[in-house]
């Protein structure tokens, strides 16, 4: 829906700015948790990506699992 995707949007802006505002923005987001909805596309799979860059420990949800199988392995890739 539209307010989703608005929130979506809010969410995915701040991690922007907190990543460009804290050069140890990684340290910030170190072992936090965060849920992301709608993670298999669009924003919400940005946002995860995002969040997963930062060390946080990510929990996607979102309606096609395939996409989340997807998400899921290239996090892990670049984890290492």
Same mark, same amino acid.
């Given at each position: 829906t539209?307010?989703?995707?608005i929130v979506?949007?809010?969410v995915?802006?701040?991690?922007v700015?907190?990543?460009?505002?804290?050069?140890v923005?990684s340290?910030?987001?170190?072992?936090?948790?965060v849920?992301?909805?709608?993670?298999?596309?669009?924003i919400?799979?940005?946002? &995860?990506? =995002?969040? &997963?860059?930062?060390?946080?420990?990510?929990? &996607?949800?979102g309606?096609?699992?395939?996409?989340?199988a997807? =998400?899921?392995?290239?996090?892990?890739?670049?984890?290492?």
């Amino acid at each position: 829906t539209v307010i989703r995707l608005i929130v979506l949007f809010f969410v995915s802006n701040f991690c922007v700015k907190l990543q460009k505002r804290f050069s140890v923005s990684s340290q910030i987001m170190k072992d936090k948790v965060v849920i992301v909805t709608g993670a298999s596309s669009g924003i919400g799979r940005s946002t &995860a990506k =995002l969040f &997963a860059k930062n060390k946080a420990k990510v929990i &996607a949800v979102g309606r096609n699992e395939k996409e989340l199988a997807s =998400l899921r392995d290239e996090i892990q890739e670049k984890k290492g």
